[in-house]
């Protein structure tokens, strides 16, 4: 199954038994009824099965599955470490109900599944690109760019009443000369004059600051997206016309489309011998799941970044954002090791694999001693020394 991996080695005897600051950060996938959420899910995740079904609402509760994030580096690292164990890093992934048209207003399971999108850190938005008679449709011929609009506009009619509701308390406590009140009520504005023109939030390009001073809003449209084109099996290597349109329009939103044939990667994801796996990937010329490509841009699009830590207890990856500092990289082993951090003696992964060893590394000037303002960079093998 695909995996993060981020590992980070101790040589102290402090023995971390959790990781109490490991971001539980979700990926939630939507779409509408019948589109092939469900099926994306069962192949996704190794932790849950979806229940999948050809008719409405067959998922009412959101299913939640923990997804391992493919990384060959990890299995290298292993390979030259030898650990008792390898821990990848993982991300969650929600499969939440089939939205219908309406649904800002109630409709179908409305209010239920956009309070779960509410709960989410990014968008896996399934879009039917295929055609087949026996699987139900309640919005006429196969448009996947009406469909998509559907979804969109559900979510910025469910921001604008947000925003609205928002706007008129705001008002009333703009005389109390408060700059925070009068930034968020500013920002609200933005967004409203936004949304009013059928806009997503996120291509407004907030600043930070304003972004938080409407943090508690919890905007849908706010949220990054990423297209699954559910194409059929003819079309899983070159897409076809409705996938192209699909693509097109993601492109003018600087957003990515991922093309996949959802029931094949269910198949693949069922397999457990790696031999039978990798030859029933070969009969459809496939080199790697699509869902690799999947789970990676996924990743990219909570903008996460791993590291690694590397010893014979294990190797292990762990995720953190792109752009974190040494402390807050180790926070996510333990908050200890942020309030106490000392230092950290970091060596790059590719020179790890050049040296085969962190000995080796150290011996040839490859390890470096970081302090708490050195940026982490994806694949770094880490250690942290702390007090207690």
């Given at each position: ?62 299913n939640i599955g923990l997804v391992n994030v493919p990384d060959e580096r990890l299995d290298k690292l292993a390979v030259l470490v030898k650990p008792d164990r390898i821990v990848p890093t993982q991300i969650e992934i929600v499969d939440i109900a089939g939205l219908v048209k309406g649904a800002s207003k109630g409709e ?191 990743y990219k699009l909570l903008d996460l970044s791993t590291y690694f830590t590397a010893g014979v207890q294990e190797v292990r990856a762990w995720t953190i954002h792109h752009g974190w500092k040494a402390p807050q990289a180790a926070s996510v082993i333990h908050t200890d090791f942020e309030k106490g951090f000392i230092k ?45």
């Amino acid at each position: 199954m695909p995996l993060f991996v981020i590992y980070i080695v101790h040589r102290t005897s402090y023995i971390v038994h959790q990781t109490l600051n490991n971001m539980a950060l979700r990926a939630g996938i939507v779409g509408l009824p019948n589109v092939g959420k469900s099926t994306l899910f069962n192949a996704v995740s190794n932790s849950a099965k979806a229940q999948a079904s050809n008719y409405r609402f067959c998922t009412i509760e959101p299913n939640i599955g923990l997804v391992n994030v493919p990384d060959e580096r990890l299995d290298k690292l292993a390979v030259l470490v030898k650990p008792d164990r390898i821990v990848p890093t993982q991300i969650e992934i929600v499969d939440i109900a089939g939205l219908v048209k309406g649904a800002s207003k109630g409709e179908g399971l409305g209010n239920k599944f956009l309070a779960n999108i509410r709960e989410v850190d990014a968008i896996i938005h399934v879009v039917r690109c295929f055609e087949d008679e026996n699987i139900l449709r309640d919005e006429g011929p196969i448009n996947p760019i009406s469909d998509k609009e559907i979804i969109e506009t559900e979510l910025q009619l469910k921001d604008l009443d947000s925003v609205e509701r928002k706007i008129s308390r705001t008002e009333k406590m703009l005389k109390t000369g408060d700059a925070k009140i009068k930034l968020e009520y500013e920002v609200l504005l933005l967004c409203k004059q936004h949304l009013d023109k059928g806009k997503n939030i996120l291509s407004l390009n907030l600043s930070k600051d304003e972004k938080l001073a409407i943090a508690d809003n919890f905007l849908l449209t706010d949220k990054p997206v990423l297209y699954v084109a559910n194409v059929d099996e003819a079309s899983m290597h070159t897409g076809n016309k409705y996938s192209d349109a699909l693509v097109e329009a993601a492109n003018a939103e600087n957003a990515q489309v991922i093309i996949m044939t959802n029931a094949i990667e269910a198949q693949i994801a069922e397999f457990e011998n790696p031999e039978d796996k990798q030859m029933f990937m070969e009969e459809y010329k496939m080199n790697e799941p699509a869902l690799d490509r999947l789970i990676h841009s996924a990743y990219k699009l909570l903008d996460l970044s791993t590291y690694f830590t590397a010893g014979v207890q294990e190797v292990r990856a762990w995720t953190i954002h792109h752009g974190w500092k040494a402390p807050q990289a180790a926070s996510v082993i333990h908050t200890d090791f942020e309030k106490g951090f000392i230092k950290a003696e970091v060596i790059s992964y590719k020179d790890f694999i050049q040296y085969r060893s962190e000995a080796a590394a150290r011996e040839n000037g490859r390890l470096r001693i970081e302090g708490k303002e050195y940026l982490v960079q994806d694949g770094d093998v880490m250690h942290f020394r702390f007090n207690v």
